[in-house]
Every structure is written in C-alpha cells, then in structure tokens.
C-alpha cells in the first residue's frame, strides 16, 4: 500500500497542457487521453463478518482515438489479504449503426462480483444493434462459455443467458432497472438486488445523500406443491440462499454506513469510508 499513495498523488499533481486540475482528480495529458487514480480506506467494527481495516487503489485510463474508445480499471486492495485485479479493459469501435466492443467489462455482474474497489468484469465480445445487444462471455480457460442476449429501452434492460451443459441448453433470465434515483435487478440464479438513492443537498465538492440497498436471493423450491399452506411461504421469506441489506449516509467522499446478513450468515457490522476522489 505504501507506493499506492505517493503514485496517485503525484499523478493528480502531474501538470498538464491540456487540463489543469486542482488537488487529487483526474489527470488529463492530453484532449484524447485521462488518468483517474482513487483511493478508498475504511474502517468497520464487527466480529468475524468482515476484517476491522482496509485499503485499496485504484487507477482507471479512459482514451479515445477516432471512432474507438478505451478504458482499463486496475486495483490494489487490501481486505484481510492482499489482493489486486484488472477489473476492466476493454475497447469499443463504432462501425456504422453497430457498436462492438471486446475485452473485459463489468455491466453484467451484480453483487457476487464487487470488490473492495468496485465491479470485477468479465471478458467477452459484446455487439450492439440500437436498442439490440449481444454478448459471448466464455468461461476460464476457454471451456465453453454463455451467450447473452438482450434489449434495452430507456431505463429499462431484458435479457437472458444461454448456455449448454450436459447436452441441454439452460436459460438464465436477467431484468434490470436504471433510474436517477437508483436501480433494480432480477436475474433467475442470484434473485433480486437494488439500491435507492434519496440526494440531501450539495457541497462545496460534492453531494450529500441517504443510500439503501439489498439482495435477496430465495429459494424457490420451498413454495412446492404440498408445503406453501404449511410452512413454505413462512420459509421463502425468512431462509433464503442469501439476504444482505444495508444504509448509509455520504457527504462529499465520506460514508458512513451499516449492513446486516441474514443469510448465509447471520452478522452486523458498520463502517466508515472514505473514498478520494
């Protein structure tokens, strides 16, 4: 972690010809090329549900070159152990009215993919068609892989991974919300997740708001025939595969938050962050 800050800072200072930015920002050399360094420290209080400390960085590079635009995410954390991990790279070209990107993204994950530092992606070629789009996401070491395929419109997003294992195919459906005041998702193997953000004002450098958000991920095989009058619908509620809910309160970088895991553990703990910039 040491050589984390020193590197960051002097990249938030370096001077630039075509952007000056005061303090710890983005860095840009050029029109076409910006250096988004970030750091994040927090300190939590709980027994065994997350360690006490942790700390992390990470870089972003947003370039743009013609029709084609780039962005790699690269992090250095330390939470219990400590870890690193290109969470994105990829590039986008524009070729007419169809827009094709490959390498590694993150918009396809959810809360079973965060880091410390933020959304691990997943490599793969995606293609989009106005409001079409598509996706091959091959698995490790190649050995086979699952095709998405999807629309969106407005705020609004409906898809559904196809995947073939033990000569049948298997479909995974995945509905998603985005609105300015948060976002809501279902997808058919990790249940339902979303987040609702409620702004309290402006600062002198950034914002104030209140945040919730959970994931509830039932077990459906408990509303069978014969037990949903008995215990079933009782079950389906309160023992899920997972159940993680959590609110906080930010102002500027700073947040202060609490969450609770009723499933597969039951735990409570809370935190404070800080996150620059």
């Keep these: 972690m040491r050589f984390l800050i020193p590197i960051a800072v002097a990249l938030a200072l370096a001077p630039s010809t075509a952007q000056e930015v005061p303090g710890f920002g983005p860095v840009c050399p050029a029109p076409e090329i910006c250096l988004e360094p970030a750091l994040r420290l927090q300190l939590g209080l709980a027994q065994g549900y997350a360690p006490p400390w942790a700390a992390g ?42 827009e094709l990107s490959y390498g590694k993204r993150g918009e396809l994950g959810g809360p079973w993919s965060e880091t410390f530092v933020g959304q691990d992606g997943r490599w793969g070629v995606w293609v989009r068609y106005q409001g079409l789009e598509a996706a091959y996401l091959p698995h490790p070491a190649l050995v086979g892989g699952q095709l998405y395929v999807g629309a969106r419109s407005g705020e609004f997003q409906a898809g559904a991974f196809a995947e073939v294992a033990q000569g049948s195919l298997g479909l995974t459906p995945r509905l998603s919300w985005r ?51 008995q215990e079933g619908l009782r079950a389906w509620l309160l023992r899920p595969r997972k159940l993680v809910f959590g609110l906080a309160y930010t102002w500027e970088g700073w947040r202060f938050g609490a969450e609770a895991s009723r499933a597969p553990v039951e735990a409570a703990w809370v935190y404070l962050r800080l996150h620059l910039p």
């Design 57 to 98: 960085g990470l870089l972003a590079l947003r370039a743009l070159e013609g029709s084609a635009y780039y962005r790699v995410r690269l992090g250095v954390w330390f939470e219990g152990a400590l870890q690193w991990g290109l969470l994105e790279a990829y590039g986008t070209s524009q070729l007419g009215p169809l």
């Design 179 to 229: 609105g300015a005041l948060g976002e809501a998702f279902w997808q058919a193997d990790q249940g339902f997740w979303g987040r609702l953000t409620l702004p309290l004002g402006e600062g002198p450098s950034g914002g104030a708001g209140l945040e919730g958000w959970v994931w509830w991920n039932p077990e459906w095989t408990y509303l069978g025939p014969g037990s949903f009058l």
